[in-house]
């Protein structure tokens, strides 16, 4: 069974360096979503895209955060200069109808900023 | 604005007891509401929909929208039930969807 796939598992970075997070969502899907979860707290949606361009995205989603799908398999998810704040658990998922059908969850990245 | 309320954090049951998951909403419209579930170590999948009217695992979920809830429940309680357990609300006009803040359920033998 096809599955959403999410690289890397875990990251470490100095705060202020840029990230990129990796995603590469089931083939035939056509929208694609980021959530974050911070330790302890809920899962949190960041934005949501599809047909090569975002359709929503929450006040999380500012200025350093963007979205790119730069060929037909990939999605990313790149932070500019990183807060501590941005520390948190990162999944990816897509589905083939839009948010109102189920989401098909990556397995997350884990994101360190120290 | 749209909001989905989970008042509990912990569920702790014994196993073969009677589970509730208590899930509240607020949105104007018609909802449609999902339940996740995170198993240890594993990523979020979906648990049930209320559209799909099924019972998976055992677990069954009503919409009532006089009470704007969404509760699940299972009349056993199973050890391999342990995990997170979310419920999700999509937005009407857009791709956006709004997550409870999730309640673990700990089955105990």
């Known amino acids: 069974e096809p599955e959403v796939t999410q690289t890397p598992s875990h990251q470490v970075t100095q705060m202020g360096q840029e990230v990129i997070l990796r995603c590469v969502p089931i083939?035939?899907?056509?929208?694609f979503y980021w959530y974050r979860q911070i330790l302890g707290q809920k899962v949190e949606f960041l934005v949501s895209?599809?047909?090569?361009?975002?359709?929503?995205k929450s006040e999380i989603f500012d200025d350093q955060f963007s979205v790119e799908r730069p060929d037909g398999s990939n999605f990313t998810l790149k932070i500019r200069s990183t807060k501590l704040e941005d520390s948190a658990m990162y999944f990816c998922?897509?589905?083939?109808?839009?948010?109102?059908?189920?989401?098909?969850f990556g397995p997350g990245t884990r994101l360190l900023v120290l | 604005a749209q909001r989905v309320t989970q008042p509990e954090k912990l569920l702790s049951v014994f196993k073969g007891a009677p589970v509730e998951l208590k899930c509240n909403y607020s949105?104007?419209?018609?909802?449609?509401l999902f339940w996740y579930v995170q198993y240890s170590r594993q990523r979020l999948q979906l648990l049930l929909r209320?559209?799909s009217r099924e019972s998976i695992k055992g677990f069954t979920a009503d919409l009532n929208k006089g009470e704007t809830s969404f509760h699940l429940k299972k009349p056993f309680a199973q050890e391999e039930d342990s995990a997170m357990y979310y419920c999700?609300?999509?937005?009407?006009?857009?791709?956006?969807?709004?997550f409870g803040t999730g309640t673990k359920l700990q089955v105990i033998p």
């Open positions: 998922a897509s589905n083939g109808l839009g948010a109102k059908e189920t989401q098909y």
């Open positions: 949105y104007s419209g018609s909802p449609e």
């Open positions: 083939s035939n899907h056509l929208y």
């Open positions: 895209f599809y047909n090569n361009e975002i359709s929503e």
């Open positions: 209320h559209i």
């Open positions: 999700a609300l999509p937005q009407s006009h857009d791709q956006k969807v709004t």
